[in-house]
């Protein structure tokens, strides 16, 4: 009965390591899949996080029973705090609901699901209600974005459009587009890049949902400033689009937790909804627990235990409820000052070292006279670099250089060190002058 099934392709980013670990190569070098590697190429759990697990070890009193729908408590508690900050009027005022998923996948897909079943506005009139019913639950992703979300919306239930993010001539943001390249853009606006992410949520339909990179954009490593988050976000509480937050990196961009939570708490700040997908895979080194959390902000109390119901009815028939290892580990480090610090200072030397190898990248290429300005791997941040090499480009440091990254250019700064860089650089440099 299963004679007709056709084989599915490998997933693009975490096929990468399939093929990365079937390569005999000694030289091999995987910069495909973003997770952290020391500067000896090895994976790393925190000290942090090994103390919290022997402190979990040593507590007899702990048991493996089941833990609520909507996770450990204390784990939801303090990861709203992380991400809102310690003196959010939001969690204050009890307006957020905070449940426990399965990493920053597990929370989009969550949230996702329930906006699907839940969201829309009526706002009296006939008119309305059959404008919003055409309308909502649409979600505009950024172009690009990570590979994985537009997948997790539409299997949640949401329909997908994108809105422009990344301008490929300058390798920045395009956040105003151009009026002489806009009329270009009637012909061909992604080649010209000229319609910006303002114009573009400027014509999304009023309340659509708005995925937003909290910090450190997944792949480009772009992210708007301040002010511009500002602009974004006064045109989309003017329009009444929802914002979606998929925060996977705080720490990660510029090493500071709150600093990196910005974005988000300008948009709580102004007493409107939101949500936002936390995960801790990359900031505690967690990937593999699956440890993360859904913030639902809401107007009010009343409204936010309402929601909170609704998504264990979204939950229970998913996962039943969430594992216990993980959120205990992130609870124990969260909840003690002495833990927090100490993984503040592990963080900023994981964001420091990437940060090491971008200068180290671009300074090997420029001792190459590579052609072409690679400043924007010095001005992007987190843990990818988008190259701007092609998809031939990177067939060919796969097949001569053993280099894996994915078809789009990106390539994990995590994954690099002192010793690969001139390997990449070199690959780098054969590609683009070949
Ligand atoms: C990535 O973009 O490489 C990471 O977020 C890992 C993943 O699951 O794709």
New binding site residues.
């Given amino acids: 009965v299963f004679a007709h099934v056709v084989r599915a392709p490998e997933d693009p ?2 096929g990468v390591t399939v093929a990365y670990n079937k390569d005999p190569s000694p030289i091999k070098l995987n910069l ?4 952290y590697r020391t500067e000896e190429g090895k994976p790393l759990v925190l000290n942090v996080v090994r103390k919290a697990e022997q402190i979990l070890v040593n507590d007899s009193s702990r048991v493996k029973e089941y833990l609520p729908i909507v996770g450990l408590a204390d784990f939801n508690k303090l990861s709203a705090k992380l991400i809102f900050g310690a003196d959010s009027p939001a969690i204050q005022e009890n307006r957020v609901t905070t449940v426990q998923c399965l990493s920053g ?1 597990g929370s989009l897909r969550v949230g996702a699901e329930f906006l699907a079943k839940h969201y829309h506005q009526v706002n009296g009139s006939f008119i309305f209600f059959i404008l919003f019913f055409l309308f909502l639950r649409t979600i505009y992703i950024p172009q690009p974005t ?3 979300h537009p997948k997790i919306f539409t299997i949640g239930g949401l329909s997908v459009k994108t809105y422009s993010y990344y301008d490929p001539a300058t390798r920045g943001l395009n956040f105003q587009g151009s009026m002489y390249i806009c009329f270009l853009s009637c012909y061909d606006d992604f080649f010209f890049g000229v319609i910006g992410l303002l114009d573009d949520l400027s014509s999304a339909p009023s309340g659509a949902i708005v995925l937003l990179h909290a910090c450190a954009h ?2 480009t490593g772009v992210d708007p400033t301040l002010e511009q988050w500002e602009q974004i976000r006064k045109l989309m509480r003017s329009k009444g689009l929802l914002p979606f937050f998929d925060s ?1 990196y705080q720490g990660f961009a510029s090493g500071s937790l709150d600093a990196d939570a910005q974005s988000v708490r300008m948009f709580v700040a102004d007493g409107g909804e939101c949500l936002v997908a936390q995960s801790y895979a990359k900031n505690m080194g967690l990937y593999g627990e699956r440890v993360g959390a859904l913030s639902i902000v809401c107007k009010n109390a009343d409204v936010a235990s309402r929601v909170e119901s609704q998504l264990k009815l979204v939950i229970r028939p998913m996962f039943s409820n969430p594992p216990i290892h993980g959120p205990s580990i992130v609870a124990t480090i969260l909840k003690d000052s002495n833990m927090y610090n100490e993984w503040t200072i592990e963080l900023k030397a994981m964001a420091d070292r990437i940060i090491s190898m971008r200068h180290k990248l671009f300074e090997a290429l420029r001792a190459r006279g590579t052609p072409g300005d690679w400043s924007h791997i010095i001005k992007q941040i987190g843990m990818f670099t988008f190259t701007g090499l092609n998809s031939e480009q990177v067939v060919f440091m796969t097949k001569e250089y053993h280099i894996y990254m994915t078809s789009d250019g990106r390539i ?1 700064m995590a994954g690099l060190s002192t010793k690969t860089v001139p390997h990449l650089a070199d690959a780098i440099h054969a590609a683009v002058t070949r």
């Fill in positions: 980013i975490l495909g899949v973003g997770a996948t990570w590979g994985n997944n792949p996977a994990s």
